[in-house]
């Protein structure tokens, strides 16, 4: 079946603008999770969603940052007032239950947007 | 802070040897260990993981390792194949569907 999917795979903008970033997670994935990868680093966890709700916004890095989910499947994550700092890959990974139970889970990642900010 | 550590940025293997990607963490609160396999302009894909549960997981020519006590764990490929050069990421989690700790990244070139 179809992975997930985000859009758009590149986005210029200028410093101070404001950007969204589109997830499509795999079908029936409850669980849905943004990173953020930047040169020659790992991802960083941002924010966790089950269902619609945002479960664990701890790696949020301050408020210019937000994401939603309103109907349980597509999230966009918000960046308001873009700095150049802000640049990298912006990843998004889709599970099937998340913290729903304790079975082992296991995060499926999308191709990422990479965002540079000039 | 890093909390966990890939030490080799890279490693080289001639094709048919095994390849030996190592990964450490510091937080004793994870319980749970993936690898991850990621070529340039795609995001990471899922290749194997463990629970602290168990200390061997073995998928066909990959086998995860953990050693709980020395908080280590590595990831053995045999035979290379030269399909298997990519990045390899190493995470942790305090349990499954929690955030993923990464670390930074081994990139692994497999030659003919």
């Known amino acids: 079946g179809a992975g997930v999917s985000q859009t758009p795979s590149n986005k210029v903008t200028e410093k101070g603008k404001y950007v969204e970033l589109r997830c499509d997670p795999i079908s029936g994935h409850t669980a849905l999770y943004w990173y953020r990868q930047s040169l020659g680093q790992g991802p960083e966890f941002l924010i966790y969603f089950q269902g619609t709700g945002a479960a664990d916004d701890s790696g949020l890095p301050n408020d210019r940052f937000f994401a939603v989910r309103p109907e349980g499947s597509v999230s966009t994550l918000k960046i308001q007032r873009t700095e150049r700092g802000d640049s990298a890959v912006y990843l998004c990974?889709?599970?099937?239950?998340?913290?729903?139970?304790?079975?082992?889970?296991?995060?499926?990642f999308g191709p990422g947007t990479r965002l540079t900010v000039l | 802070d890093q909390q966990v550590k890939q030490n080799s940025p890279s490693l080289s293997v001639q094709e048919g040897r095994i390849s030996i990607l190592n990964c450490d963490y510091t937080?004793?609160?994870?319980?749970?260990f993936l690898w991850y396999k990621k070529y340039p302009a795609e995001g990471p894909t899922f290749l194997i993981s463990i629970s602290s549960i168990k200390d061997k997981n073995e998928d066909g020519r990959f086998t995860v390792f953990l050693n709980k006590s020395a908080k280590h764990l590595s990831l053995h490929i045999v035979p290379s194949q030269p399909g298997d050069s990519a990045v390899y990421f190493c995470a942790a989690s305090e349990d499954s569907g929690y955030a993923l700790n990464f670390g930074k990244g081994t990139s692994l070139l497999v030659t003919p």
């Open positions: 990974a889709s599970s099937p239950r998340g913290r729903a139970d304790s079975l082992t889970d296991t995060q499926y």
């Open positions: 937080n004793s609160m994870f319980d749970y």
